[in-house]
């Protein structure tokens, strides 16, 4: 496994299609095909706007210049989705992910911000699962849902199991509020995994209830991803 997995632009992670490609072992070019298919979907969403993908170059060994992709941690997640039937992509989705929190985890201590400031950056991250949940609540309500609304309540639910499986606290603490560097990463990413999900749903026209469904499949492999323990039931 690559060990530079993740860097940094202007103070910003990002991953990059070179680093999942070598990784994964399979050709760049085809991957770069998935990841313009997943660009052409999310551009129909609004919600998408956290997602980055920068286009960019790259020269080989024998001088030709080709096309790579920079990927934030959201557009990466979105992408792993598109590849779990690679034969190394749970490894790599592991260690990628882990990358990216450790990441985070070294900006925080670099730049002296407050476990505060952390705290508000995941409650910022929760705002964002929100508004894609409300888009979601109207997509259920016109696909026929009487009780969409339910799903603010739902989805939380459905974060916070997971969380409590990777965390396994026995002190009684809601766990969204224990507030070590670590924890507030497994937030944010669970957080990031049921928008994304929740959202490409959407771009895809599914129905509502399948969309649920998938958006917890996808929350409980990240928490296997993030902790080795027996898979969610």
């Known amino acids: 496994m690559k060990t530079d997995l993740v860097h940094t632009i202007k103070n910003e992670i990002f991953t990059n299609t070179l680093i999942v490609s070598e990784n994964l072992e399979v050709p ?19 919600s998408h706007q956290r997602i980055v993908f920068l286009e960019s170059q790259f020269t080989n060994k024998q001088g030709r210049t080709y096309t790579m992709y920079e990927m934030n941690e959201d557009a990466y997640m979105l992408l792993a989705m598109q590849l779990s039937n690679y034969e190394k992509a749970f490894a790599v989705q592991m260690a990628i992910i882990k990358a990216f929190r450790l990441m985070a985890i070294a900006l925080v201590n670099q730049q002296n911000i407050s476990w505060i400031e952390a705290r508000k950056n995941g409650k910022i991250e929760r705002v964002a699962e929100t508004d894609i949940i ?8 016109k696909q026929g849902s009487t009780s969409s609304k339910m799903y603010y309540i739902n989805i939380t639910k459905m974060t916070n199991k997971a969380l409590e499986f990777i965390i396994q606290d026995k002190t009684g603490v809601p766990v969204r509020d224990l507030s070590t560097m670590e ?23 599914m129905h509502y209830k399948d969309i649920y469904h998938y958006a917890k499949a996808e929350v ?14």
Request: charged share 30%; hydrophobic share 40%; aromatic share 8%.
């Open 183 to 205: 924890n507030l990463g497994f937030i944010m990413a669970l957080d990031k995994r049921a928008g994304n999900a929740i959202a490409y749903g959407m771009s895809e026209n």
């Open 134 to 141: 409300k888009e979601f609540v109207d997509y259920a309500t």
């Open 28 to 46: 760049h070019t085809n991957l770069l095909r998935t990841v313009r298919d997943v660009i052409s979907k999310i551009k129909k969403h609004p």
């Open 220 to 233: 409980n492999k990240l928490a296997d991803v993030l902790v080795f323990r027996p898979k969610l039931k």
